[in-house]
């Protein structure tokens, strides 16, 4: 036996729900006998009666009762689905580190969706590696790495580098380097090369701090808010500090002096390449690094 068509049965479960053709024909936008035909339609090929007829309404059979709470459940689900693919195609997840989703992104998310008013943006942090092919719930991940083997066929967000800022009120009062607390993030890679105060100091052609000098915090942000509050100068990329500088809120102390850092990189799936969210998140994304820098 031939399987019952989708028009059929949804004619059947809208007849059900509503007791009535003529209600069922008018959610469907089709005419009642167009019902009707589908329903018959059906019951001739099960070969059972799923109605009973009355001259004014009609009634559920055993049959059309225990066929109607399996519609009800099918077609539920089938909606709740499509719901959560039609919030997905205007839902653009990003994962992306700490640092970069406190410190650049979210200041501009309200910026992006002002721009682009059907996509709304959700942000993930993490620092795990993320499989875009198993995990298709992220569309985009931004990683901080050197140019490598596993950033062939992603996209450079931004290349950076390390400076030394430092609030207004105690680069002012700094006489000199000797005199200054500096801090920075302890380096947490294994394979990157860290960027210390030690090659900044080398860089500067200072002599070498003792580490007993340096006051090291596990999160760039945690470093950027010391400098902040004026505890002494920070070391920071330039991307992660660019907010604060163009507020003043902190300022470049020796501006010449910068170390080399290494790029974000935007990880997406062949899948998700041609999607319009990420096109147009992705040339965001680019267009907003070459005004900030």
């Known amino acids: 036996m031939s399987r019952p068509s989708l028009p059929a049965l949804r004619a059947f479960d809208g007849a059900a729900r509503l007791g009535s053709f003529k209600a069922a024909a008018e959610e469907l936008n089709v005419s009642a006998t167009a019902i009707s035909h ?21 009634s559920l059979t055993d049959a059309g009762r225990e066929l109607a709470e399996a519609t009800s459940i099918s077609f539920s689900h089938l909606e709740a689905t499509l719901d959560a693919l039609r919030a997905s195609e205007n839902t653009l997840t990003v994962s992306t580190t700490p640092a970069f989703a406190a410190l650049w992104l979210a200041p501009r998310i309200a910026s992006f969706e002002a721009g682009n008013r059907a996509i709304t943006l959700r942000m993930i942090s993490s620092t795990e590696l993320t499989d875009l092919r198993r ?10 790495s050197a140019e490598s083997d ?18 207004r009120d105690y680069i002012d009062q700094l006489s000199d380097l000797s005199k200054a607390q500096l801090i920075g993030t302890q380096w947490m890679s294994k394979t990157l090369e860290p960027v210390t105060w030690q090659g900044w100091c080398k860089a500067a052609g200072e002599h070498a701090i003792p580490k007993t000098r340096i006051r090291e915090f596990r999160h760039e942000y945690e470093v950027l808010q010391a400098g902040l509050s004026g505890q002494g100068l920070v070391l920071l990329s330039n991307v992660l500090a660019q907010d604060m500088v163009h507020r003043s809120w902190l300022v470049p102390y020796r501006p010449e002096i910068q170390l080399p850092g290494f790029a974000y990189w935007a990880h997406v799936s062949e899948q998700k390449k041609p999607t319009k969210k990420v096109k147009h998140f992705l040339s965001w994304l680019q267009q907003e690094m070459k005004l900030a820098l």
């Open 135 to 144: 995990d298709r719930s992220i569309d985009i991940a931004i990683r901080y």
């Open 38 to 58: 589908h329903i018959r339609g059906l019951e001739a090929q099960l070969g059972i009666a799923l109605f009973e007829r009355g001259t004014r309404r009609i």
């Open 150 to 167: 596993d950033t062939r066929g992603a996209v450079q967000v931004s290349s950076e580098r390390f400076q030394a800022f430092g609030s």
